[in-house]
């Protein structure tokens, strides 16, 4: 059965820590709307912990960029799952799958 359901959010992959404990990686915001994290939340398919960080980047002019947010990976053995520039969708199910590469 195919299903027409929206995505919760869509966004690119823009830094993976890779070394960093607990892991985690920044991601913009693609499309405008309310994020909204659950203990099932996960990001492209990977189960990501249910706190939410804007960490301070700056556009071209100096101005905040208020479309990345930093999100904390469970476990950094889903590392590899993930690649930059990769599109993702969160979602609050973790059977959804890992988008493909931009």
Do not use: W
């Amino acid at each position: 059965m195919i299903s027409n359901v929206k995505p919760q959010m869509l966004f690119r992959i823009e830094y993976i820590a890779q070394k960093a404990r607990p892991a985690f990686l920044f991601a913009r915001q693609i499309e405008a709307g309310n994020i909204q994290l659950s203990p099932s939340s996960c990001l492209g398919g990977v189960p990501i912990r249910q706190h939410l960080s804007q960490p301070r980047t700056l556009k071209p002019d100096g101005s905040p960029d208020l479309t990345v947010f930093a999100f904390t990976l469970v476990t950094a053995n889903d590392l590899p799952k993930l690649s930059v520039g990769q599109h993702v969708e969160l979602s609050n199910d973790y059977s959804q799958g890992v988008g493909d590469a931009a």
